[in-house]
C-alpha cells in the first residue's frame, strides 16, 4: 500500500507577477496588410472582447508587471488607424500587460503639430489615471514581432532608468538605424555616434517625461520635434535605451508626405535653440483646448484645438 502523496500546491493567486516572457507569444508576426482595406471597427471589437471602455486592459489571471498608456498622434488616417488598432491590441494583451490607448485627434485648422499632441496625451492620460509609463507610438507603425515588449523603462546600473525607443529598425528606412548629425554649432551637446533617429515609438517613465519638460511644443509641421526631444533627453543625463533591437522590428504603413504637413522650414532653427528653450518650452507652457473626449471600446478619443503657430 502505497500512500497517496498530496497533490503539489499550486499558486494560483492573481497577486503572481505575469510571466516576463508570456507563454502565448507568437514571435515573427505576418504584417502583409492592404492599407486600404483595414478591418471595421466591429470587427477589431469582436476579436478583442475583454477590452473595457477607454481601450483598456488588464490580465485577468496575473497581476501585470506594467501599466502603460499608449499615446497616439493623429489627424486624418482612419485607415491606418484601424490596422493599428487590429494589431496592437492582440499584441499587448499576449504580453500581459495592462494598458489603455489614448488617440489624441487634432482639431483641423493648423499644421500638424506631433509634438504637441503627444504632449496633451500625456496630461490627459495622467489625469485619468496612473501609469507606470508613457508609450508615444506613431500610428502607421505595426510590430513585426510579439517578442518586442512593450515594457517600461527598468532601473539600469547606475539606480536610474533610461528612456527606450522602441522602433529603431523600421522597414521603410531598409531596417537600419539611422545615424546623422544635426548640424548644431559647437559645442555639440552630445557625441555625433549617440545621435540617432528618436521618433517611431518610443517609452518615457513619468518622472522621466517630467524631467525632460515632455516633448517642446513649438514644432508645426512634419520634422525635428523627434531630434528635439533627442536632445532634451541627452541634456539631463540618460542614455537612450535600445538594447531590444534584435527583437524589435517595424512595419511602416505607407503614406505619402503629408500634404497638409509639409516638412517645417522652420526645424532647423528650432533646433538650434533646443536647449535654450527646454525649460520653458513643454509640459510646463502647454495650453490647448479640449474639445472632446470619448471613452470608445477601442480607444479614448482626445480631439483637441492646440491653436496654431504664433
Ligand atoms: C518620422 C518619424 C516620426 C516623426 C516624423 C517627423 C519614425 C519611424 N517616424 O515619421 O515619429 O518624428 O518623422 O515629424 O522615426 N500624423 C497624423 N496625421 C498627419 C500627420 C502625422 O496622424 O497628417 C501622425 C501619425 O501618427 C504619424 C506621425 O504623426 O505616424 C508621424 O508622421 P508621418 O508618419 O507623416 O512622418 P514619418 O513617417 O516621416
Ligand atoms: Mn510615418
Avoid at 45 to 73: D, E, M, T, W
Avoid at 199 to 224: H, K, L, P, R
Wanted: proline share 8%.
Amino acid at each position: 500500500f502505497e500512500p497517496v502523496s498530496p497533490l503539489p500546491e499550486v499558486d494560483i493567486s492573481p497577486k503572481d507577477f505575469c510571466p516576463l516572457l508570456p507563454p502565448e507569444l507568437q514571435g515573427e508576426l505576418f504584417v502583409q496588410f492592404d492599407p486600404e482595406f483595414p478591418p471595421a471597427y466591429d470587427v477589431i471589437a469582436k476579436a478583442n472582447k475583454h477590452l473595457s471602455f477607454g481601450g483598456r486592459y488588464k490580465p485577468p489571471q496575473c497581476s501585470p508587471r506594467y501599466k502603460l498608456a499608449i499615446i497616439v498622434p493623429y489627424r486624418d488616417r482612419e485607415k491606418q488607424l484601424f490596422w493599428f488598432l487590429s494589431h496592437i491590441h492582440p499584441i499587448l494583451q499576449r504580453q500581459m500587460l495592462e494598458y489603455a490607448i489614448y488617440v489624441v485627434n487634432q482639431a483641423p485648422g493648423a499644421l500638424f503639430n506631433r509634438g504637441k499632441l503627444m504632449n496633451v496625451g500625456f496630461a490627459e492620460a495622467s489625469k485619468r489615471d496612473r501609469y507606470d509609463c508613457y508609450v508615444f507610438h506613431d500610428v502607421d507603425l505595426l510590430a513585426e514581432n510579439d517578442m518586442c515588449l512593450y515594457h517600461c523603462p527598468e532601473f539600469a546600473e547606475e539606480a536610474r532608468s533610461n528612456p527606450k525607443h522602441l522602433s529603431v529598425s523600421v522597414d521603410k528606412f531598409k531596417y537600419e538605424a539611422l545615424h546623422y548629425e544635426l548640424g548644431l554649432c559647437s559645442p555639440v551637446p552630445y557625441q555625433a555616434s549617440e545621435m540617432q533617429v528618436f521618433g517611431g515609438v518610443a517609452i518615457f517613465t513619468e518622472d522621466q517625461f517630467i524631467s525632460v519638460n515632455g516633448f517642446s511644443n513649438s514644432y508645426w509641421g512634419w520634422g525635428a520635434e523627434d531630434d528635439d526631444l533627442f536632445l532634451r533627453t541627452w541634456r539631463k543625463g540618460y542614455k537612450i535605451d535600445r538594447s531590444h533591437m534584435n527583437e524589435c522590428s517595424f512595419h511602416m504603413l505607407p503614406h505619402d508626405q503629408e500634404t497638409k504637413n509639409p516638412k517645417s522650414p522652420m526645424r532647423y532653427v528650432l533646433l538650434k535653440q533646443s536647449l535654450l528653450r527646454q525649460n520653458t518650452d513643454g509640459l510646463n507652457s502647454l495650453k490647448y483646448r479640449l474639445l472632446n473626449k470619448t471613452e470608445g471600446l477601442l480607444y479614448t478619443n482626445i480631439t483637441v484645438d492646440i491653436a496654431k503657430p504664433s
